[in-house]
C-alpha cells in the first residue's frame, strides 16, 4: 500500500523536497511489523480461542477493542519515529508528541484503520467458515468441487466413546457434554496432524475421513488412532480431576468408493453416501465382542504398505456383519 500511494503522489508530481523516502518507508516498515507479529500471535492464540469460548458477537467485541488498542499503538510508534526525523527531535519530544496525537485524528489514519479493520474481520469470518466445514474442505467447497455429486475414494474412522450411557448418567447431562466438548477438542490435533477431515460429530461418535493418498500415506489414517490415545492419555489427570474418569473409545476402519457432493436446501453440507460409511460403522460396533480398541477391514489394512514403528496387524478372520449378505476379513491391530 505504501508503494502505491508514493506512485500516485509521485506521478501526480504532489511530493515536496521536503519528503523524505526513507524515513517514510521506515515508519512504515516499523507499523506493518509491528502489526504483522501481533496480528499473527492474536489470531494463533486469541481469534481462534475466541471463537471457540465465546458467541460470535462477544468474540467480535473482544477481537474489536484489541484491533484497535494495537492499531494505535503500532501507529504510535511509526508516527513518533516519522515526526522525529522530520523535525530532528528527540522522539519523545513535546512537539513530536503533539504531531502524534493530531495523526490520529487524520484522515489518513481513519483510512487505514478502517481498510485493516476490514480485513481483521474478513479473516474472522474466514475462520468461522473453515471451522464449520473443517480444514482443507472450506477450499474444496469454495472451487466448487462437491457442487455436483463426484465418485471417490476415501477412508473412514468411526470413534465412539466406551460405556457412552454409562457416563452420561453418571455425569448428568450437562456434565457429559463438557466431557464431549473436551474429548473431541483434544483429540482435534490428532485429526489435523494426520491430514484428517471431521465429517460428522453424532453423539459421542466422530466419523473422520481422509482422501484416499493422504489416509495411506505414512499410514496417517491408521496413525490418528494412536495420536488421539495418546493426547487424552497426557491429560488423563485433568480428566479425573474434573469428571472422575478417563474417556476411553473403539474406532473403525473401512476404505472403498463413495459418493460425495452438496446436499440440502434450506442448510447445505457437503455429504458422502456408500456402503463404506455403513460398513466402516458395523466394523467399529464389534470392538467389543473381539474385547479390542480397534477393528478394521482387511481392505483397508492390505493397503497400509508400511505401519508405523511398533505396529503390528492381527487378522481374526472372515466374521459376519449386521446388514452384510458376506462375511469381512476383520483385522487388528497391536502395540509390540
Not at 133 to 140: M, S
Not at 222 to 239: T, V
Not at 256 to 275: M, P, T, Y
Request: proline share 2%; hydrophobic share 45%.
Amino acid at each position: 500500500m505504501f508503494f502505491y500511494e508514493y506512485s500516485i503522489l509521485a506521478s501526480n508530481r504532489v511530493l515536496t523536497s521536503e519528503y523524505d523516502f526513507l524515513s517514510n518507508f521506515i515508519a512504515v516498515l516499523i507499523i506493518s511489523c509491528s502489526a504483522g507479529i501481533i496480528g499473527g500471535l492474536l489470531t494463533i492464540h486469541l481469534m481462534e480461542r475466541a471463537l471457540r469460548k465465546f458467541s460470535f458477537l462477544q468474540a467480535f467485541l473482544i477481537i474489536l477493542v484489541i484491533y484497535t488498542i494495537t492499531a494505535f499503538l503500532v501507529s504510535a510508534a511509526g508516527t513518533i519515529y516519522l515526526q522525529g526525523q522530520n523535525m530532528d527531535l528527540p522522539y519523545f519530544d513535546e512537539d513530536v508528541m503533539e504531531e502524534t496525537f493530531f495523526f490520529f485524528s487524520s484522515w489518513m489514519f481513519i483510512k487505514n484503520y478502517l481498510i485493516w479493520l476490514f480485513i481483521v474481520l474478513t479473516t474472522l469470518v474466514v475462520l468461522m467458515v473453515n471451522d464449520r466445514f473443517g480444514p482443507g474442505v472450506f477450499k474444496d467447497y469454495l472451487l466448487g468441487k462437491y457442487f455436483r455429486p463426484k465418485q471417490e475414494r476415501r477412508i473412514f474412522m468411526f470413534a465412539d466413546i466406551r460405556n457412552a450411557t454409562g457416563i452420561a448418567e453418571q455425569l448428568g447431562e450437562r456434565q457429559y457434554f463438557n466431557l464431549l466438548k473436551d474429548f473431541f477438542r483434544d483429540i482435534a490435533p490428532a485429526v489435523m496432524h494426520t491430514y484428517g477431515e471431521v465429517y460428522q460429530y453424532v453423539g459421542d461418535e466422530v466419523v473422520l475421513s481422509w482422501k484416499m493418498k493422504r489416509g495411506l500415506k505414512n499410514a496417517n489414517a491408521l496413525r490418528c488412532f494412536y495420536l488421539m490415545q495418546e493426547l487424552i492419555n497426557n491429560k488423563a489427570s485433568r480428566y479425573q480431576e474434573r469428571f472422575g474418569l478417563v474417556p476411553e473409545f473403539k474406532v473403525g476402519y473401512h476404505c472403498g468408493n463413495v459418493v460425495s457432493g452438496e446436499l440440502g436446501q434450506i442448510k447445505r453440507e457437503i455429504a458422502f453416501s456408500g456402503d463404506v460409511l455403513n460398513t466402516a460403522a458395523r466394523i467399529q460396533s464389534q470392538c467389543n465382542a473381539f474385547g479390542v480398541d480397534i477393528l478394521a477391514s482387511k481392505d483397508f489394512a492390505q493397503l497400509l504398505v508400511q505401519l508405523p514403528d511398533g505396529i503390528h496387524s492381527k487378522p481374526l478372520g472372515a466374521h459376519p456383519l449386521k446388514g452384510k449378505s458376506e462375511d469381512l476379513e476383520l483385522v487388528t491391530f497391536t502395540e509390540q
